[in-house]
């Protein structure tokens, strides 16, 4: 029988990806989310009844548990970006990944891989780099052969970073933006999917990766790569530190006040995150892992192309100006 790998956020941004590359490894794929009605486009990246979504939620030891259950592999993929509810920074990044670490420990499951983040640092300015690093500790007293991958800000199809600002850049002909100076190494979603693969059939020694892309530019330079790409012209703005704290706090209050229906662009958390560079240091875990990082050129076009002023149909009208020419 193929072997069975469960990975936690199997549905996400970076799961799905992992999921449909075990899937074409010809493993048996389990996918452990909160909502299984919402992952069921996971089902056809395999055979009939080789991808399946189960229910699980990260903090409670019964639900991993059954979701780690007959497991050759596990990864963990779940991540906060903001905290919603009881979802908080330290229940998802350390007591989740302590929670899958132990118990794929205490199931001898054979290998793990765990889904960290450059900004994974004990002494971060971001309760989101802080809990990152604790839950690597954990992971790594429960599980010590397990793989970690830090990767820096992640770009592909669903991402929530140029898709955000490109959708922004169609309103006014100001694009805000805090961090201006701060320096990220965007990764490739795929290029992180195929390194967590070769970790979990066994290709890759145990340690930590940190992975970034052929590129590192200011957050100014990728939004201005962005707009490149989209074709439209926006005078970028930055907001200094200060005055972004102060925003991200009446964004704060506000969120408090209305009971968390209304939601501001940045919390007080992403701010303090921006105040540090998000690049690898030492040698890059995918050229360590012998895979080609792919460049932001050769992907941002295929799917920032709807942002463009004319959409689908932009190349078309530059290639006839071409013609009258």
């Known amino acids: 029988m193929s072997k069975l790998v469960t990975i936690f956020g199997g549905s996400g941004f970076v799961g799905r990806y992992i999921a449909r590359r075990m899937a074409l490894e010809g493993w048996r794929v389990r996918v452990a989310v909160r909502t299984v009605n919402e992952a069921m486009f996971v089902r056809p990246y395999g055979v009939v009844g080789q991808v399946e979504p189960v229910f699980c939620n990260i ?10 259950a007959g ?4 990864v963990n993929c779940v991540g906060l970006l903001d905290e919603v509810g ?33 900004g994974a640092d004990e002494n971060a300015p971001s309760e989101y780099g ?17 793989v970690i991958l830090r990767p820096s800000i992640v770009f592909g199809p669903e991402d929530t970073f140029f898709n955000r600002f490109a959708g922004m850049s169609r309103f006014g002909p100001v694009l805000p933006i805090v961090g201006a100076d701060t320096l990220f190494q965007p990764v490739y979603v795929d290029d992180i999917a195929a390194a967590a693969a070769k970790a979990v059939t066994g290709d890759v020694d145990a340690g930590t990766y940190a992975l970034g892309g052929p590129d590192v530019h200011s957050m100014r ?34 969120r408090t006040l209305s009971l968390g229906l209304v939601k501001g662009p940045i919390t007080k958390d992403q701010v303090a995150s921006l105040t540090v ?28 192309w709807r942002f463009r002023p004319s959409g689908q149909y932009d190349a078309i009208k530059e290639s006839a100006k071409n013609l009258k020419a």
């Open 130 to 146: 802080r809990t990152k690093a604790i839950g690597e500790a954990a992971v790594k007293q429960h599980f010590p052969s397990a």
């Open 71 to 74: 497991a050759d592999a596990v």
């Open 277 to 304: 560079d998000n690049v690898v240091t030492g040698e890059n875990g995918l050229v360590q892992l012998g895979i080609q990082p792919t460049s932001l050129d050769a992907v941002l076009p295929d799917y920032l």
């Open 86 to 118: 009881k979802n908080t920074f330290d229940a998802v990044h350390a007591e989740g990944a302590e929670r899958i670490a132990r118990i794929a420990a205490e199931l001898n499951v054979a290998r793990m891989v765990h889904v960290s983040a450059i």
């Open 59 to 68: 903090r409670d030891d019964a639900s991993v548990a059954a979701a780690t």
């Open 221 to 254: 330079g990728l939004i201005q790569k962005m707009l490149t790409v989209v074709r439209r012209r926006r005078l970028v703005v930055n907001l200094p530190f200060p005055i972004a704290r102060l925003m991200a706090w009446g964004f704060g209050v506000g």
